[in-house]
């Protein structure tokens, strides 16, 4: 394992707020083992390190790309769309609504060097997408913050009235508008449309399938090509 490898684990350990002792207990090794690790003195097997990726709540390619996901922000990411982009009926396609979050994503790298949300998005068919994804849209609909309707040939998302009242609290206000912005242009575009446009951006292909879309590849795009 490499120590850069090494690093990422102790950098997101200690964001969220693991002590060493409590990553060996659950990874059933000592704490001397486990610090081995954290040094890079010891490799990981697979199965330790998908253990460490769940306790973090993160996949393996976010934790092998270093970076520090807020799945938190991500879902109010969502629930920000929502509020901004929907139709007469307030309702996005679940494939756009994955791509206009791809955008917000890196648009927000382009411009300031880091993501949003800290997401690690894959390269599918459809266009960029996190593993969590699917999970989040899941949790939001079993927290009774949006509802799903399944269209004629489309799966449409909106958010319930009482939601809206709540206030989005990880997103900061310039977040806000950024998302907003990206929103506004796509808000009378067809799926198609924002597919194709994600498609044909370099990162998506540059990347191989299934492969993590490194963020980096977005500061070499064309600037009326970002979002």
Not at 95 to 124: C, H, I, P, Q, V
Request: charged fraction near 30%.
């Amino acid at each position: 394992m490499s120590k850069e490898i090494s690093k990422i684990i102790r950098k997101i350990r200690v964001a969220k707020g693991f002590s060493q002792s409590e990553l060996a207990k659950r990874l059933s090794i000592s704490r001397p083992s486990y610090i081995a690790i954290e040094q890079g003195k010891r490799d990981l097997t697979l199965s330790e390190a998908q253990k460490i990726a769940d306790l973090f709540g993160i996949s393996l390619g976010e934790m092998e790309n270093g970076l520090t996901p807020n799945y938190g922000k991500y879902k109010e990411m969502i629930l920000a769309y929502l509020r901004h982009t929907g139709a007469g009926d307030g309702r996005i396609p679940k494939t756009k609504l994955a791509k206009l979050l791809y955008l917000a994503d890196f648009g927000w790298f382009y411009e300031n060097l880091k993501s949003m949300s800290g997401m690690s998005y894959r390269k599918f068919q459809y266009g960029p997408v996190p593993d969590a994804y699917f999970r989040a849209i899941d949790e939001l609909q079993s927290e009774g913050r949006i509802e799903i309707k399944q269209g004629e040939d489309l799966i449409l998302i909106s958010e319930n009235r009482g939601s809206r009242a709540r206030s989005l609290e990880t997103l900061e206000k310039r977040e806000l508008l950024f998302i907003e912005e990206v929103a506004k242009r796509w808000k009378d575009k067809r799926t198609k449309e924002i597919v194709d446009f994600t498609h044909n951006q370099l990162p998506y292909k540059l990347c191989a399938d299934d492969e993590i879309i490194p963020y980096a590849l977005i500061t070499q795009e064309d600037p009326d090509h970002v979002y």
